[in-house]
């Protein structure tokens, strides 16, 4: 019987350890997970909104569907572009910051 007793004793006996170290290893991949995902998604929305307003009637564009176009009117939300087929409306949201217009492309716009 004691020795069943010493037995769950010790089972039951916790680990020594510092208390705090699993607040660390949270901040740690707290800290790891900023630096990696949340800066640089923050740093991507800014140079886009930056983009977007730095926008001017004549500039060559892409949307973010592919549609290629020059900027013939600007309000605050909307932009109307002129495609081969005629003029589109489009959100300025969906004016893609990171797609170039190629040399072939302002030839044929212009």
């Not at 900023?34 to 923050?42: A, E, I, K, S, V």
């Not at 500039?59 to 109307?80: A, P, S, W």
């Not at 002129?82 to 949201?93: L, T």
């Not at 170039?100 to 212009?110: A, F, I, K, W």
């Amino acid at each position: 019987m004691t020795n069943l007793l010493t037995i769950l004793l010790q089972a039951e006996a916790a680990p020594e350890g510092n208390p705090y170290q699993f607040l660390i290893l949270l901040g740690g991949m707290f800290i790891i997970m900023y630096f990696f995902m949340l800066r640089p998604q923050m740093k991507r929305q800014k140079e886009a909104k930056k983009f977007r307003e730095s926008l001017s009637k004549g500039d060559k564009i892409v949307t973010i569907g592919g549609v290629h176009g020059k900027i013939v009117e600007m309000n605050e939300k909307t932009v109307i572009i002129s495609i081969e087929q005629g003029k589109m409306r489009v959100e300025r949201s969906a004016i893609s910051p990171n797609q170039t217009v190629s040399e072939q492309d302002m030839q044929q716009n212009s």
